[in-house]
């Protein structure tokens, strides 16, 4: 719009002046009534983004996970923002952690947890008898509390492995799950465990994992 003797006056270019026919030249020679000529001059709507992404990483520390002979989770790990804390106790759905370092962040502000990725990649070549699957899970503990308790935000990751574990095997999840809602002052941690199935063996696999959660 450009003001010529006090009246407003709009740029158009009946000739094809036309926001893509000029390759982002937005200057038109011609003045006069305003008329649409080109839905390029339009600009794209952008999708909006809600949420905090929270990255986890096991750095330099390898997770150790080890299962138990029949088959259930014996000691996960916990992954922070680099490292990770390899070995901790598992007691059906409950972690305490007093005393131990935890690798937990305090949630900030309320909100639900409402996506979770997560990868694991093996550092170490192994034969596994079964099938083992590397599950990652946020578990969540109360103000004021260092006992935690899984949530729902969990994934399996894909493909499970069996066999001939090569180094730098890798498997991958993306989670599903309702909203998992979290209050101001909870303290979240992510846990990596293995579990697994067909064979009555105790199990160890050793590797790299990282993940992200999404906090709406």
Same mark, same amino acid.
């Given at each position: 719009i450009m003001k010529k003797g006090g009246v407003n006056m709009f740029l158009n270019d009946p000739n094809g002046c036309g926001c893509s026919s000029r390759s982002g030249n937005m200057d038109c020679p011609?003045?006069?009534p305003f008329l649409a000529v080109d839905v390029a001059c339009i600009p794209p709507i952008q999708p909006t983004t809600e949420g905090s992404i929270i990255p986890f990483s096991s750095g330099v520390t390898p997770v150790v996970l080890t299962s138990l002979v029949t088959g259930l989770i014996a000691t996960p790990s916990l992954i922070g923002f680099g490292t990770a804390v390899p070995g901790v106790t598992l007691?059906?759905?409950?972690l305490d952690l007093t005393g131990i370092i935890t690798e937990a962040f305090t949630v900030p502000r309320a909100g639900s947890i409402t996506g979770l990725s997560a990868s694991f990649s093996a550092t170490a070549a192994v034969t596994l008898v079964g099938t083992t699957t590397?599950?990652?899970? *946020?578990?969540?503990?109360?103000?004021?509390?260092?006992v935690y308790t899984a949530t729902t935000a969990t994934v399996n990751l894909a493909p499970p492995f069996t066999g001939l574990i090569a180094l730098?095997?890798?498997?991958?999840?993306?989670?599903?799950?309702?909203?998992?809602?979290?209050?101001?002052?909870?303290?979240?941690?992510?846990?990596?465990? *293995?579990?697994t199935a067909g064979v009555a063996i105790a199990q160890v696999l050793t590797g790299t994992a990282s993940a992200g959660i999404t906090i709406l």
């Amino acid at each position: 719009i450009m003001k010529k003797g006090g009246v407003n006056m709009f740029l158009n270019d009946p000739n094809g002046c036309g926001c893509s026919s000029r390759s982002g030249n937005m200057d038109c020679p011609n003045f006069g009534p305003f008329l649409a000529v080109d839905v390029a001059c339009i600009p794209p709507i952008q999708p909006t983004t809600e949420g905090s992404i929270i990255p986890f990483s096991s750095g330099v520390t390898p997770v150790v996970l080890t299962s138990l002979v029949t088959g259930l989770i014996a000691t996960p790990s916990l992954i922070g923002f680099g490292t990770a804390v390899p070995g901790v106790t598992l007691v059906g759905e409950t972690l305490d952690l007093t005393g131990i370092i935890t690798e937990a962040f305090t949630v900030p502000r309320a909100g639900s947890i409402t996506g979770l990725s997560a990868s694991f990649s093996a550092t170490a070549a192994v034969t596994l008898v079964g099938t083992t699957t590397v599950t990652a899970t *946020i578990y969540r503990a109360p103000a004021g509390s260092s006992v935690y308790t899984a949530t729902t935000a969990t994934v399996n990751l894909a493909p499970p492995f069996t066999g001939l574990i090569a180094l730098g095997a890798t498997a991958f999840g993306s989670g599903s799950f309702a909203p998992v809602p979290v209050a101001a002052g909870d303290k979240l941690v992510m846990v990596y465990s *293995i579990t697994t199935a067909g064979v009555a063996i105790a199990q160890v696999l050793t590797g790299t994992a990282s993940a992200g959660i999404t906090i709406l």
